[in-house]
């Protein structure tokens, strides 16, 4: 199962579980307060039975006035003994209080809170299993969503090579036949944006990461500035990275995530506006002047989007990328003025 359908699977044994369990514990509630209450009409039942017959030592027995607000065959509860009022047969003027200490009282509830307390656990491990059946049988249709989206998506991926290498092969031709010119140079950096987002979707595929190698992140920054230029020249650019910094890591999905990165500060940029990547100790900030987020800190989940354009899927797959490389992710965002990224490098860079 994929992290998502565990997180999904996960939310709903803890609803279903919950669920389940509060009206189990109501019902128990309500099973103990019934079960106190016959407790306490058999006590007030021997009670009755001992003030014919006082020859037990359970209960105590003392007189007291008779009162005519007092109430008969009734149990009281106080916090040193639990009693009841019985009349006198041969005297009108007093009343027999039997009453029963708290600690013998609270022995017997203690019995029955334990019966109680047994049978719950019994119960509450049936309720995990209940739970966890009724929380797999309601993924399942998330999942077979899930796996035809995959399955569409593979079978996409799989019929635009042809297209895309046939487009590539012409270009060369052209540019052979023709000689260079910034158009072709355009339709590269096209054929490559499409190639990057295709790796994006083998990202949300869940494809394994390549090899590990050392490389040089000035070098990096300055190719995918330059293709960033081509493809929005009226975007400012500018790398802020004075001294060599080193990365060992997969070198192809750190690539995507600054390209990630990169595409959306320049996709949602004003025109005339900047981009630019700079290098603080261990953290790598991609800024931008653009439009901002509302809600930055929705920014990172599937499908989340501010617009019309895209599919809300390139930063949910640069958290990914992120946390799968080791490297610590953040965002700042202020509506109208811009958006900060900051990259925690320091489990990837070289030192």
Known sequence: ???????????SFALFFVLITSIYVLFLYQSFSARQRELDTQILQQMRIFSFDPTTREFDLT?????????????????????GYFTVPTEDNFLMRVSLPIER????????????????????ILIAFLSFGLAYYSLQPIR??????????RDILHDVNTPIASIAVNLKLL???????RAFDRIWNNIETI??????????LGRKQGEVSLFDLQEVLAQRLEYFRVLYPSIHFESQLADTVVCHTHRNSFVRIIDNLLSNAAKYNKAGGSVTVAMEGDTLRVEDTGRGIRHPERAFERHYKEGERGMGLGLHIVQRLCR????????????????????????????
């Open 63 to 83: 007189f007291v006035p008779h009162d005519a607000n007092t109430t008969l065959l009734t149990l009281h509860h106080e916090p040193e003994s639990v009693y």
């Open 144 to 153: 077979r969503a899930m796996r035809l989206n995959k399955e569409f998506i």
């Open 105 to 124: 009282y609270r022995a017997r509830l203690g019995t029955i809170r334990t019966a109680v307390r047994n049978g719950a656990v019994w119960y509450l």
């Open 175 to 181: 540019q052979k036949k023709f000689g260079e010119h």
């Open 195 to 204: 190639g990057v987002m295709r790796e994006n979707l083998h990202a949300y």
């Open 1 to 11: 199962m994929n992290r998502y359908e565990i997180e999904s699977g996960l939310k």
């Open 324 to 351: 799968e490389l080791g490297i610590g992710i953040s965002i700042e965002s202020e509506v109208d003025t811009g958006t900060v990224v900051k990259l925690i490098c320091a489990r990837v860079r070289e030192k």
